[in-house]
């Protein structure tokens, strides 16, 4: 019995740092996960610079096939060409 007891009382100081971790990782959970959801959530000014210098390439492309397309039918048909494109 009194070797249990001697257990029992030196088992939290064996265990104390990582007991006392775990109880602060306990009590900054909240936390750390509203931060989370919150950047999760919102889009920095990097990655909204980024999302719109790729959107702007996107449209530069298909501005450029529609340019390509519309040459060819132009060079094919130039009696129905409208003067939409010019030859440079």
């Known amino acids: 019995m009194r070797r249990a007891a001697l257990i029992a009382a030196l ?18 959970f909240p936390v750390k996960a509203t931060a ?6 919102t889009t920095s000014q990097d990655e909204a610079d980024r999302n719109r210098g790729r959107a702007a390439r996107k449209q ?3 501005d450029a096939k529609e340019r390509h397309r519309q040459e060819k039918r132009c060079r ?12 440079h």
Not at 14 to 20: I, M, P
Not at 76 to 87: F, K, L, S, T, V
């Open 60 to 62: 530069e492309e298909r």
């Open 11 to 28: 088992l939290p100081l064996l265990a104390g740092g990582c007991a006392a971790r775990t109880a602060l990782d306990i009590v900054t």
């Open 36 to 41: 989370k959801a919150v950047d999760w959530s």
């Open 76 to 87: 094919r048909h130039p009696e129905n060409c409208q003067g939409g494109y010019d030859r």
